[in-house]
């Protein structure tokens, strides 16, 4: 992440959580957030909170270069794995 954006992508985070209170996040999108700023055991509870509802972002998870990142983590295999995806 470039210098500078890492407060704007926590103050993003904390908007998240606000409007979770009263409405939907997906998980997908805090798992980004969190890929982004290199949190990696973050963007992974985030996509396994995804993975149990679910979610629709299922569909784009091993092809989206957002998460890039996380693709060499064993972890990362192992859902994509759980959810089918061929190797």
Do not use: C
């Not at 959580?17 to 998980?27: A, C, I, L």
């Not at 990696?40 to 972002?57: C, M, S, T, V």
């Amino acid at each position: 992440m470039p210098a500078g954006y890492s407060d704007d992508a926590h103050k993003v985070l904390e908007q998240l959580q606000e409007v979770s209170k009263h409405g939907y996040v997906t998980p997908y999108l805090v798992a980004r957030i969190y890929t982004a700023l290199g949190s990696k055991d973050e963007a992974f509870r985030w996509l396994e909170i995804g993975y149990r509802g679910r979610e629709a972002f299922n569909g784009i998870l091993k092809i989206d270069p957002r998460l890039d990142a996380l693709r060499s983590d064993p972890r990362f295999q192992d859902l994509l794995r759980r959810m089918n995806f061929p190797p």
